[in-house]
Every structure is written in C-alpha cells, then in structure tokens.
C-alpha cells in the first residue's frame, strides 16, 4: 500500500536555512477527493512509524483540504494529515525544514515525526501524508481579548524568526499576485462561462457584472502591489495563521499549526490573511463588510510587540487584504473547472459560485472605498 516515493530529506550537509532559501509551490485546481479506506489507510501507515501500536484514532473538526485524525499511539498522542493532490513532496520537504527550523528556536509548532527511514513523509496511492505530535492546548475564542493578542503576538514571532532566514534575491516574486495576473482573470471568465447556463436568467446579468468587476479589481490590485514590490518584505510566509491554526492555555499561546501553505511571499500579504481572519467578520456572519477598527488596532499594536514591519508593509495592508479576498476568487475558479472537468456542475454548484462571487465584490468594493481609513488606522503614530 506504502509507495517508494516518500519525500526525502535534505543530504546532512545541507542545512535547514539553504533547504528554506526556495518553496514549492501549489498550483492548479483539486479534483475531487477519491475515496479511500480509512481504517486500512491508518493500518498502513502505523507500520510506517516507530509509534507502537496505534490505539485509537478520530477525525479533527477542521480542514476543507486535507483529511486530519488525532490518533492515540502507544507513544503518545499525534495528528495524522492526509494531504489534498497539489502537495508535492518538495512541499512536505519545504515544510518538514520550516516547522525544525521553528522548533529548534522554541517556538509552539509540532514536531514531524519521522518514519522508521528517517523520512519526514510518506506517500500513500500518490498523496502525501505526514504525522506530528500533537501540541496541548484548547481551541481559540473570538471573544477573548486575551486570544487575540496572544493570536498577534505569535505571528509577530514568526515573522521574525523567519526573517532571519536567507532568500534567493533573484527569485523574489509573489505568488499571491501570479494568481491575480491576467491569466487568472481569464480563468474567471472561463468558470463564468460554465456556470452561466445553469443560472436562472433573471440572475445572469447580476453574475456577469459581478465577474467584471472582480477582474477589473484584479487587475488593479496586481498592478498597485507589484509597482510597491520594492518597497515591502519578502520573507517566508505561514500562509493560513489564522483562529484554527492557533491552540491556548489561558491566554498563552501553546501551538501554531497548519504549515501545509508556507511559501516565500510578501509579509504584507501574510498579515493581511491573519488580520482579516481575526478581525473581520466571524464564520457567522460572513456576509458583513470590512474588519472592526479597533480589533485591527489591537491586533496591529501586539504583532509589533514582536516585529518590525516596514512604513511600505503597512501602507500596502489594505490592498494586501483586498488581494487575499480576490485570491478565494481564483482559487474557486481553479476548482470550479478542474471538478467540472471530472464531473460537470449542477444548479446547485452554480448557485454558490455565483454568491462567493456577489460576497467577494462586495468586499473589494468595501476595502477600495475604506482603503485610506485604513491606511491612517495602520500608520505609526
């Protein structure tokens, strides 16, 4: 059942910070998951590990990509991530040399636990998966004032922990704004074009206008952040730190998880994901506009506790939040056509792609007409 294809470690001359230099990167659209026995799968990879014997085993709550069990082991308790068909073993290299690299300098991210050979993965029927010891702590509460400054103090450590690390000057690029460019503009208007015959005709006008706006928001905010390139930080980015990626005690924070989007980007960027994640609207209330003010002030005052963004970081944060929300954009598009490829879409399927499309508009509109209140809220008194 076990491939040969594991993902390798680094030879032992090369160190964690040259492995750290390049990120893999994800690309393309998921197809839909293929089924798979989990019992058999978990069976598999127990003789993979020096665990014991694998006790007990249950799904965790979150994770629309990957499938994730906490598995009670003879050596203690870990989490067992299936991943979704983008990662690739250079991924799970990157990721494996990221999540060391962190540990070794005491911050609350899991440990890989390596198989029997000493390999950081293993790969099962062609999909990655990876076990981490499972770190203490309960799940993160919105309503807790100390959740949120422990939630932006820890990402200030991590972007300054990681900016001490080198990056290949001549790589530089963004990732999130190759995904905005004009290629990903057409793949809008390709997904429009499948799901606009299932739509009700009283509808379609609204979607079209819809779809021409988010290109045209698109195109703007590639071509603002890329002439701010030279003046914002390029660093390793976590990529998802958000309110199921972190575990507390009180009001410390024990754990920081969900490395599986980590990649060289713009600090602005990373930033822009966390603090729309923790101080816009909660799951709730999804279609509500913009952030809370004096959340985002909070967050900001406590993240530079522990970092040093630059004056360009800050003044590109409302467009950084702007292009975060037009990145679900493409990347529903991406799955849109990939699965229709698989198997054609239906009313239904049309349906919601059409309202994250009316949400998404409406919050680009929100952030373009706020983006100057941002602005002076972020700038450093």
Same mark, same amino acid.
């Given at each position: 059942?076990?491939?040969?294809?594991?993902?390798?470690?680094?030879?032992?001359?090369?160190?964690?910070?040259?492995?750290?230099?390049?990120?893999?990167?994800?690309?393309?659209?998921?197809?839909?998951?293929?089924?798979?026995?989990?019992?058999?799968?978990?069976?598999?990879?127990?003789?993979?590990?020096?665990?014991?014997?694998?006790?007990?085993?249950?799904?965790?709550?979150?994770?629309?990509?990957?499938?994730?069990?906490?598995?009670?082991?003879?050596?203690?308790?870990?989490?067992?991530?299936?991943?979704?068909?983008?990662?690739?073993?250079?991924?799970?290299?990157?990721?494996?040399?990221?999540?060391?690299?962190?540990?070794?300098?005491?911050?609350?991210?899991?440990?890989?636990?390596?198989?029997?050979?000493?390999? &950081? @993965?293993?790969?099962?029927?062609?999909? /990655?998966?990876?076990?981490? $010891?499972?770190?203490?702590?309960?799940? !993160? =509460? +919105?309503?807790?004032?100390?959740?949120?400054?422990?939630?932006?103090?820890?990402?200030?450590?991590?972007?300054?922990?990681?900016?001490?690390?080198?990056?290949?000057?001549?790589?530089?690029?963004?990732?999130?704004?190759?995904?905005?460019?004009?290629?990903?503009?057409?793949?809008?208007?390709?997904?429009?074009?499948?799901?606009?015959?299932?739509?009700?005709?009283?509808?379609?006008?609204?979607?079209?206008?819809?779809?021409?706006?988010?290109?045209?928001?698109?195109?703007?905010?590639?071509?603002?952040?890329?002439?701010?390139?030279?003046?914002?930080?390029?660093?390793?980015?976590? &990529? @998802?730190?958000?309110?199921?990626?972190? /575990?507390?005690?009180?009001? $410390?924070?024990?754990?920081?998880?969900? !490395? =599986? +989007?980590?990649?060289?980007?713009?600090?602005?960027?990373?930033?822009?994901?966390?603090?729309?994640?923790?101080?816009?609207?909660?799951?709730?209330?999804?279609?509500?506009?913009?952030?809370?003010?004096?959340?985002?002030?909070?967050?900001?005052?406590?993240?530079?506790?522990?970092?040093?963004?630059?004056?360009?970081?800050?003044?590109?944060?409302?467009?950084?939040?702007?292009?975060?929300?037009?990145?679900?954009?493409?990347?529903?598009?991406?799955?849109?056509?990939?699965?229709?490829?698989?198997?054609?879409?239906?009313?239904?399927?049309?349906?919601?792609?059409?309202?994250?499309?009316?949400?998404?508009?409406?919050?680009?509109?929100?952030?373009?007409?706020?983006?100057?209140?941002?602005?002076?809220?972020?700038?450093?008194?």
């Amino acid at each position: 059942m076990v491939d040969d294809t594991q993902a390798r470690t680094a030879p032992p001359d090369i160190s964690p910070s040259e492995m750290l230099r390049t990120s893999a990167l994800r690309s393309g659209g998921r197809a839909p998951k293929p089924p798979f026995d989990e019992v058999a799968l978990l069976r598999g990879l127990e003789k993979e590990y020096d665990l014991g014997d694998w006790l007990a085993w249950s799904p965790t709550r979150y994770g629309a990509s990957n499938d994730s069990w906490f598995v009670e082991t003879e050596d203690g308790d870990v989490v067992v991530r299936r991943s979704h068909d983008l990662k690739t073993a250079d991924g799970a290299r990157f990721e494996r040399a990221l999540i060391e690299y962190l540990v070794a300098r005491g911050y609350p991210a899991p440990a890989v636990v390596p198989t029997r050979s000493g390999q &950081g @993965s293993v790969t099962v029927e062609g999909v /990655l998966h990876m076990v981490m $010891r499972r770190l203490p702590g309960g799940p !993160y =509460d +919105r309503e807790s004032p100390g959740h949120l400054r422990a939630a932006a103090r820890g990402l200030g450590r991590f972007h300054r922990l990681v900016g001490d690390l080198p990056t290949d000057q001549t790589a530089e690029e963004s990732s999130t704004l190759v995904t905005l460019s004009a290629p990903a503009q057409e793949r809008l208007r390709f997904a429009f074009a499948v799901v606009e015959p299932l739509l009700r005709p009283d509808r379609r006008y609204d979607v079209r206008a819809d779809v021409d706006a988010l290109v045209r928001d698109m195109a703007t905010v590639h071509d603002g952040l890329t002439e701010q390139l030279p003046e914002l930080t390029y660093l390793v980015t976590h &990529g @998802s730190y958000g309110p199921t990626s972190l /575990l507390l005690r009180g009001d $410390r924070l024990t754990g920081v998880v969900d !490395y =599986d +989007r980590a990649a060289h980007d713009l600090l602005s960027l990373d930033l822009a994901y966390a603090t729309w994640v923790f101080c816009g609207p909660d799951g709730a209330r999804r279609r509500e506009l913009g952030v809370d003010p004096e959340r985002l002030s909070t967050f900001l005052r406590h993240y530079r506790t522990q970092a040093s963004p630059t004056a360009g970081d800050l003044r590109a944060l409302p467009a950084a939040m702007r292009a975060r929300r037009l990145v679900k954009v493409t990347k529903k598009s991406e799955n849109l056509l990939h699965k229709h490829a698989y198997e054609p879409r239906d009313a239904d399927q049309a349906d919601k792609f059409a309202r994250t499309l009316a949400v998404e508009a409406s919050q680009s509109r929100w952030l373009e007409e706020h983006a100057s209140d941002l602005r002076r809220l972020l700038t450093p008194s």
